[in-house]
């Protein structure tokens, strides 16, 4: 067994996956085959759900019936949304709350004592943790600007029934469907930080919760599913500065400082997420008449992209255009990560599912450089 340390796994093929596959070289991304262009704007999010979890796009009748699974499966219990405001009552970070918030819903699951190799009542977990963790999201923020909870519009899409309940106001078709595309292109991307941490945790057989709960965690980290926060923090100091977005760029790169939203670990051209939102962004900035967020974007891909950086493989990500997209949609930029859990969290089932069907425990070896003859010695003789 070869020693050869390979530090982050960086390059390290550990599964096989039907399910999604990044090429970063010439920036194409498909979901089961289908490229994602075609599913952010010819399916919602119901469809790409059903397709991540049972292989194929659904007929009419099954994502009818799919989607009325996943509607019956919105309300959480009171008890759990007390806890939710008292998590924003003491200012808890969003993502922790939904952290502590999913793992509670496991309290009130009617198929806990269910075995943990029963494909179908994993799969009906997944579902309610699907359907639930929208309205968890919105009860938080709602609680922490001093509101109650939005009941849920069984009436109303995945994406535009989040909005509801997190605005009190039926969105529009382009924010509705914006906010689709945005679940949609999130949901899976191959073997990142999250998806493999709830492998990880799908190997020992543990339950979906525990899977979601781990991919929450790594999902929280700033080296993971914070950059579109740090690119609308960028673009809010631009703003603050009232200086060109070209001339803020030259004088903070010749400070050192990096431009989030620019470099992927695997794409080496423009992510093509970054294109839909990007798209999107214009469709919401014509709709609305605000621009800003748009010329500034615009402004800084493009003079980034004319000093070589797009040639030299560091191209815009999906993150450059999130961050502007949920702004113009009103969500807070504490909650653009756990917006990306809430996508996302439809992938980590996927994978886990898709691992357990041919199940071995993940269990890498680290290279030791301890010491190897230490002489012990007593607690009363040191």
Same mark, same amino acid.
């Given at each position: ?9 960086? %390059? ?133 600007? %001093? ?115 620019? %470099? ?119």
């Amino acid at each position: 067994m070869s020693d050869e340390l390979k530090r982050g796994l960086e %390059g390290v093929v550990v599964a096989e996956s039907g399910l999604s596959h990044v090429d970063g070289q010439v920036g194409k991304l498909v979901y089961r085959g289908y490229d994602i262009e075609d599913l952010a704007l010819k399916a919602e999010y119901e469809e790409v759900l059903y397709l991540l979890w049972h292989g194929e796009l659904p007929t009419r009748a099954e994502l009818d019936a799919f989607t009325d699974e996943l509607v019956a499966e919105r309300e959480v219990d009171d008890d759990l949304l007390e806890t939710v405001a008292t998590l924003a009552e003491a200012d808890e970070r969003p993502m922790a709350a939904l952290r502590t918030a999913t793992s509670m819903l496991s309290a009130y699951e009617p198929e806990a004592d269910a075995d943990a190799e029963d494909r179908d009542a994993a799969l009906r977990k997944g579902r309610r943790i699907t359907a639930k963790i929208p309205t968890i999201l919105a009860a938080f923020e709602r609680a922490r600007q %001093g509101e109650d909870p939005v009941d849920p519009d069984p009436s109303l899409s995945h994406a535009g029934n989040f909005l509801y309940m997190l605005t009190g106001t039926e969105p529009d078709a382009v924010s509705e469907e914006t906010f689709d595309m945005a679940l949609t292109i999130h949901a899976d991307h191959g073997l990142n930080a999250s998806t493999f941490t709830g492998m990880v945790i799908g190997s020992t057989m543990a339950d979906i919760y525990s899977g979601v709960i781990g991919g929450i965690g790594a999902l929280s980290g700033p080296l993971h599913g914070g950059a579109n926060q740090d690119v609308m923090e960028v673009l809010y100091e631009i703003d603050e500065s009232e200086k060109d977005p070209v001339e803020w760029v030259i004088d903070v790169r010749e400070s050192g400082r990096r431009i989030p939203g620019f %470099g992927h670990r695997v794409y080496k051209v423009k992510d093509p997420r970054a294109k839909l939102l990007q798209a999107k962004l214009r469709d919401l900035s014509e709709s609305s008449g605000d621009t800003k967020w748009l010329d500034y974007t615009t402004a800084i891909e493009e003079y980034l992209t004319e000093e070589g950086l797009v040639e030299k493989g560091i191209a815009p990500n999906v993150d450059f255009y999130s961050g502007s997209v949920y702004d113009h949609l009103g969500i807070p930029l504490d909650m653009f990560t756990p917006i990306f859990a809430m996508s996302r969290a439809g992938g980590w089932i996927a994978h886990v599912f898709e691992y357990q069907e041919d199940n071995r425990l993940i269990r890498p070896r680290a290279r030791y450089t301890g010491a190897t003859d230490a002489e012990f010695v007593p607690i009363d003789e040191r």
